[in-house]
């Protein structure tokens, strides 16, 4: 028997994805018409021997009762939700919830980032897991990526002749160690946690810093390289870590392509429809409307006559009235954009033609202050006026727009 953890951390995390994560918890956002971890959920359902889903995080539990209820009937898997009573940090949370892990003996367990987007080949991470046995083994999922963008992760120095075995790892390192890096999600075996014990005895005798607080990455794995007990399953797929809107939507088109595959039924069929679209059940959509590619049209929203959408997440409960055209953005719940209004962010595509490439995670501004390029966010509940061009920018929840504006935030 095997379970699965995933870390959704909680309020104080996932800044980057502001102001989406200001209204709907990051790990409820949706991606391809469903919550970020409930393509996690979907893949572990799929395991044979998974006894038992787990999410670990400080969201507040009224917020993901809901959603682990309806998960758990869906999936057929049993669901829970374990709330810590602060931020405990990777390692810190599984080893406040060990006993809740550990019970019905399991022989190892997944440990999964809730913001990370790929195709989820756990059978075949857990096959090679168990060729390096169980006990107390860690199995990492790494990728490759551009060297300048490696630093950004955790890397990995492993020897294919040896079976994949992680040689050195370093977590976000200052210079260049290795173009392998580490993919936030971890096949442990069930002694694992007799180390992570251990690191919590050592740091409460040596009462340094938060001993409560320990990091999976920098406590564990740093100490398990080169123990012959720490290895890399090497992933050739999509993979992307979600960490802001533009990754978002980026991410959501990865999934919506996926189900051309998978459930064709949920996408959406029509002459004004191009490439992957998703339209919930309970929108309204004109026949004249142009949506795609890469679109997801939320629950009770209305799309007007000659409005024009592609590379967008239109989420619950939005307006979007006549010839108003929406491109590379993410538009929040409630929101109301008036008719002839132009949205539109700047897209943060990958090379084709770079090896090893992935979208990345620019940060809000550059080195001068300004707004870097990025998709336009417009926050929960704002109001577009008649004619308004909002372009690469941010908007917070709650705001009135009457005029255009380009580069900004609007806080």
């Known amino acids: 028997m095997v379970k699965a953890v995933i870390l959704v951390g909680g309020p104080g995390k996932g800044t980057r994805f502001r102001p989406l994560s200001l209204e709907i918890a990051k790990p409820l956002f949706p991606l391809a018409g469903r919550a970020m971890i409930e393509h996690h959920i979907e893949a572990c359902s799929k395991l044979n021997d998974m006894q038992e889903v787990i999410l670990i ?31 405990l940090g990777t390692a810190g949370g599984i080893f406040h919830f060990r006993d809740q892990i550990r019970k019905g003996n399991p022989s190892s367990f997944f440990v999964m980032n809730a913001d990370v987007c790929c195709d989820f080949p756990l059978q075949e991470m857990l096959n090679s897991h168990m060729r390096h046995g169980r006990g107390d083994v860690i199995t990492i999922m790494g990728t490759e990526v551009e060297k300048a963008h490696s630093s950004l992760y955790g890397c990995i120095v492993a020897n294919d002749a040896n079976n994949n075995e992680v040689e050195h790892y370093v977590e976000k390192p200052e210079t260049y160690v290795s173009n392998t890096i580490n993919c936030g999600i971890y096949v442990l075996g069930i002694g694992v946690l007799d180390h992570i014990k251990s690191l919590f005895n050592e740091q409460e005798k040596l009462s340094t810093g938060d001993s409560d607080s320990q990091g999976l990455e920098r406590n564990i794995l740093t100490k398990y390289a080169g123990s012959r007990k720490l290895f890399v399953f090497r992933h050739h797929g999509f993979w992307s870590a979600v960490k802001t809107p533009g990754t978002a939507v980026f991410s959501s088109q990865f999934y919506l392509s996926r189900q051309r595959d998978i459930n064709p039924e949920r996408l959406a069929r029509g002459p004004n429809i191009i490439g992957d679209v998703l339209i919930h059940p309970t929108a309204k959509v004109a026949s004249t409307a142009v949506l795609g590619p890469n679109v997801t049209i939320g629950a009770n929203t209305i799309v007007k006559d000659g409005v024009r959408i592609k590379h967008t997440i239109v989420l619950d409960g939005c307006t979007i009235e006549s010839h108003a055209c929406i491109l590379y953005s993410v538009v929040g719940g ?15 595509n990958v090379n084709p033609n770079q090896p090893f490439a992935h979208v990345t995670n620019p940060s809000t ?17 704002t109001t577009i006026s008649k004619g308004t061009m909002v372009l690469n920018s941010i908007i917070l929840p709650y705001k009135d727009i009457g005029h255009s504006y380009k580069n900004v935030i609007l806080l």
């Open 334 to 348: 409630s929101t109301q954009v008036g008719s002839w209004a132009r949205i539109e962010g700047i897209p943060n």
């Open 57 to 87: 995080g400080s969201e507040p539990t009224s917020e993901m009762t809901p959603f682990v209820r309806e998960a758990s009937n869906k999936y057929g898997v049993s669901v829970v939700y374990l709330q810590e009573y602060k931020p």
């Open 365 to 381: 501004f550059n080195e001068d202050g300004k707004l870097n390029p990025n998709i336009t966010v417009l926050g929960h509940n």
